[in-house]
């Protein structure tokens, strides 16, 4: 059975970069373009795996991990940030994130994260 990921980035590129990564071996049950509609689709489609931006408008993905993390301590979120935003990434940890990928991502980078992040079916 395939991995259920929920994609949340405000960058319809990097939310287009990801599908294509993801979507030959995954299944997407959703797309987000803030943490507000994160924590909703979250809610609605109880994904195995969040790929969440770190910063995006209304709600970042560091408050929407935590709220998140906050009703399913078991939530798996994999954060995407950019360079030198270490300060952001030490914040999505403490928030629940289990791990992290850099922009701009290639494709075993993020497959390493999921792996290292979702136990093998």
């Known amino acids: 059975m395939a991995i ?3 994609i949340a980035d405000d960058s319809e590129f990097m939310r287009n970069l990801l599908r294509e990564i993801l979507d030959a071996d995954y299944d997407i049950v959703g797309e987000a373009e803030n943490g ?3 924590v909703e689709l979250y809610e ?3 994904p195995d795996l969040v790929m969440m931006d770190i910063v995006m408008p209304i709600r ?4 929407a991990t935590n709220e998140i993390t906050d009703t399913d301590p078991n939530a798996r979120v994999i954060m995407c940030t950019s360079v030198g935003q ?3 990434m030490k914040a999505a940890i403490k928030a629940g ?3 992290y990928i850099t922009k701009p991502f290639q494709k075993p980078n993020v497959l390493e994260a999921i792996n290292d992040v979702v136990p093998a079916a």
């Open 44 to 46: 609605e489609t109880d």
């Open 4 to 6: 259920r990921v929920l």
């Open 86 to 88: 270490e300060e952001k």
């Open 60 to 63: 970042s993905g560091i408050e």
């Open 36 to 38: 507000v509609e994160a």
């Open 97 to 99: 994130a289990q791990g």
